[in-house]
């Protein structure tokens, strides 16, 4: 089964708009954490935002929030005030914690497109 | 600036020839991580290193053999046995392999080509 889910391959904006991508994870773990890259057309990965799973508070940084539903297993992107820079690819991925050990395991990624 | 370096940005080979991709980090992170990125398959982990003179496969360990000799380099080897060589590679690092808020560092990616 996949540990994290990004259902939506491309997904359409306007310029100014807010905009929700969607992620949902599995895990078994109760410590983990959550992360979403955004990858630009030149390939770097850069780091968005991140929750951790015992956060009471969704994670907010500039126009960046997280809608995070833990029982729902859901950590959704929030971009508000979409900027035609913020047209990529963007990634969720989490962290599973209480092995001691643990790495990036990534979604498919959605591919965000803002219009003029 | 501190960052990771990959290099060449693009690299082209021959069947059969083994090739060796740089990763260079001045972040004085202990972890490293490789990753391959396949159209519409997102990134899946090669290998990964927590500290200098240690590492464990990933998901898609095989045809590729990595070292971690020093603690700023993570250099990646793509041998002949990978059946389909030609992929974005991405080399990674954080401060530790923990939950809380390590996010992984990025570098820029070497696009390998076999012909």
């Known amino acids: 089964a996949q540990k994290i889910t990004q259902t939506q391959p491309g997904m359409f904006v306007q310029e100014k708009e807010a905009v929700t991508l969607d992620c949902t994870y599995d895990t078994s773990d109760p410590s983990y954490g959550l992360f979403w890259y955004k990858q630009p057309s030149s390939g770097e990965m850069i780091f968005l935002i991140y929750?951790?799973?015992?956060?009471?508070q969704n994670a907010t940084e500039g126009r960046y929030s997280l809608n995070f539903q833990k029982a729902r297993k859901s950590a959704n992107l929030v971009i508000s005030a979409s900027q035609l820079g913020d047209s990529a690819m963007y990634f969720c991925a989490m962290r599973e914690g209480t092995s001691g050990y643990s790495t990036l395991t990534f979604g498919k990624g959605t591919m965000l497109l803002v219009s003029p | 600036d501190g960052g990771i370096t990959q290099s060449p940005k693009y690299l082209f080979r021959k069947e059969g020839q083994n090739v060796t991709l740089s990763c260079e980090q001045n972040?004085?992170?202990?972890?490293m991580y490789w990753y391959r990125q396949d159209p519409g398959q997102g990134l899946r982990l090669i290998y990964y290193?927590?500290?200098?003179?240690?590492?464990q496969k990933g998901d898609i360990a095989e045809g590729y053999s990595v070292s971690r000799e020093k603690k700023e380099s993570f250099p990646l080897t793509v041998t002949s046995a990978q059946k389909n060589p030609t992929a974005f590679y991405l080399c990674?690092?954080?401060?530790?392999?923990?939950?809380?808020?390590?996010?992984?560092?990025f570098g820029q990616g070497t696009r390998l080509t076999v012909v």
């Open positions: 290193s927590q500290i200098v003179n240690d590492f």
């Open positions: 990674a690092s954080s401060r530790g392999t923990g939950v809380m808020n390590t996010e992984a560092f």
């Open positions: 929750q951790g799973s015992y956060d009471q």
């Open positions: 972040l004085n992170h202990d972890a």
